[in-house]
């Protein structure tokens, strides 16, 4: 399936999740510099490290997603993504859950942020459903529609709400891509080589797949932050893709 990021390689839009201990995450993030374009920051590595950790990978020449999906009254997080786009970060998370006008405040806030220190404005997602939910465990929260029907209804509001995109499993990527579009961003978690265990995922492909299925970049964590070789395992994935 066709996408604009089709003329980026697919090695290039792979991004390497740091969540693991600090030690271990900054050590992978060097051996990995030069290989791998882009990682992950999540909750875990910014809240023992906070923003120097993002200043220090972009130092390396890493493009950082910074996923802290907020999610709060507009005013905070306007604040929130502000500050996060203040730090350099390339892409940004939200909770497609908090609404359009929350979504439109974390767009503002980026756009305010990037702008105070002359940078890029980062890639805006929102959050449609965690990949590590099921559909048993999505009717616990209270949704009956199926699970298809919640991520395309959350993704439709992400678009309302002028956001570049999505994250939302590989398993709804085609029809995602179908929704919004050639241009939007779909970064997918939930993506396993073929040789590496699902873990606590639940709505999972193989790099390959998630890619075929529209993905414009996926998102790799344990698979390579758990490796003995972290290298090894890297540019396994990339050769699996070639």
């Known amino acids: 399936m066709l996408t604009a990021f089709d003329t980026e ?12 201990e600090a030690d271990k995450a900054i050590s992978i993030a060097y051996q990995l510099a030069g ?18 950790l993002v200043k220090m990978l972009k130092a390396r020449g890493y493009k950082v997603f910074l996923d802290l999906k907020f999610h709060d009254i507009p005013h905070q997080v306007l604040g929130a993504a502000r500050s ?3 730090t350099g970060a390339d892409m940004l998370t939200m909770q497609t859950v908090g609404g359009v006008p929350m979504m439109e405040a974390a767009q503002a806030g980026a756009l305010a942020g990037a702008e105070h220190i002359g940078a890029d404005a980062p890639v805006t997602l929102g959050i449609t459903v965690l990949t590590s939910m099921d559909q048993a465990t999505l009717e616990q929260t209270g949704v009956r529609r199926p699970m298809q029907e919640q991520v395309a209804s959350l993704a439709q509001l992400a678009h309302e709400a002028g956001i570049s995109g999505v994250v939302a499993s590989p398993q709804e990527a085609r029809e995602l891509r179908e929704l919004l579009g050639p241009d939007a961003y779909i970064v997918t978690p939930g993506v396993r080589p ?17 890619f075929d299925n529209g993905a414009s970049h996926i998102v790799v964590g344990r698979p390579i932050t758990d490796a003995p070789d972290p290298i090894a395992a890297f540019e396994s994935i990339i050769e699996e893709l070639s």
């Open 84 to 86: 996060a786009a203040e």
């Open 9 to 20: 390689s697919r090695a290039d839009r792979v991004i390497v999740a740091l969540d693991c």
């Open 35 to 52: 290989r791998a374009r882009w990682v992950k920051i999540g909750m875990t590595l910014f809240y023992a490290y906070g923003t120097d």
């Open 194 to 210: 073929t040789w590496a265990a699902a873990g606590d995922q639940s709505r999972i492909a193989t790099p390959a797949q998630a």
